[in-house]
């Protein structure tokens, strides 16, 4: 099925030829501020990060903030649909200072369930054009789990050099992980 849905997430994206492994970010003992890729080449046709996270925070789950070349300008949007098994929400917003995500990841009280995610970055070299992205993020807690698809903007034309991702408030836990990687185009 994961096969599937990253087919699902490349289809439309150009038809990528290959996946190369650029980085992946662990994070230790005693929790994470923040996971960011830095100083990523420019030698791709897109990006594509692939994570397991969860959070230090006690109760609930806890939004991501995705942020592009340290950029915290009101240029980013985004978009969302979530379900949670019994109903789905839809939501948008504009003029944010990063691409809000209200995710579904776990808090450290289920310290055996982390939220899995794949995210797409399109044309992050290209000059002539804004940059567009978009998510696939879900977590099951035992049946009380969701899944959110969502694209965000970055009304911004630079190419993208450093992506970071930041946890609402708290910090990322121990053992989550990221791994970032190339695609090829045809």
Same mark, same amino acid.
């Given at each position: ?13 150009? $038809?990528? @030829?290959?996946?190369?492994?650029? #980085? ?6 005693? =929790? $994470? $501020?923040?996971?960011? *890729? ?6 791709? +046709?897109?990006?594509?990060? &692939?994570?397991?996270?969860?959070? @230090? &925070? ?6 991501? !903030?995705?942020? *592009?070349?340290?950029? @915290?300008?009101? /240029?980013?949007? &985004? ?5 949670? =098994? $019994?109903?789905?929400?839809? #939501?948008?917003?504009? /003029? ?28 992050? @070299? ?5 940059? +567009? ?21 970055? &009304? !911004? ?8 991702? +930041?946890?609402?408030? *708290? ?6 992980? *990221?791994?970032?990687? =190339?695609?090829?185009?045809?």
């Amino acid at each position: 099925m994961l096969n599937t849905i990253l087919g699902s997430l490349s289809a439309g994206a150009g $038809a990528a @030829t290959s996946y190369e492994s650029i #980085a992946t970010v662990t994070v230790g003992a005693g =929790g $994470a $501020a923040s996971i960011e *890729f830095t100083s990523i080449p420019s030698t791709y +046709t897109h990006l594509q990060i &692939r994570g397991i996270g969860t959070c @230090t &925070r006690n109760i609930g789950t806890m939004d991501l !903030n995705i942020t *592009f070349n340290s950029d @915290t300008g009101a /240029n980013y949007s &985004r978009h969302q649909l979530k379900g949670d =098994g $019994a109903s789905a929400t839809a #939501a948008g917003s504009a /003029n944010l200072s990063d691409m809000q995500m209200n995710s579904p990841i776990p808090n450290s009280t289920n310290t055996s369930i982390y939220a899995g995610l794949v995210l797409d970055i399109l044309d992050y @070299t290209n000059t002539n054009k804004y940059k +567009t992205m978009r998510i696939l993020v879900g977590s099951d807690l035992n049946g009380s789990g969701q899944i959110i698809l969502g694209s965000g903007n970055w &009304r !911004n034309t630079n190419a993208v050099t450093s992506v970071k991702f +930041t946890p609402e408030t *708290f910090n990322w836990a121990q053992y989550s992980q *990221f791994a970032l990687y =190339g695609i090829k185009g045809a």
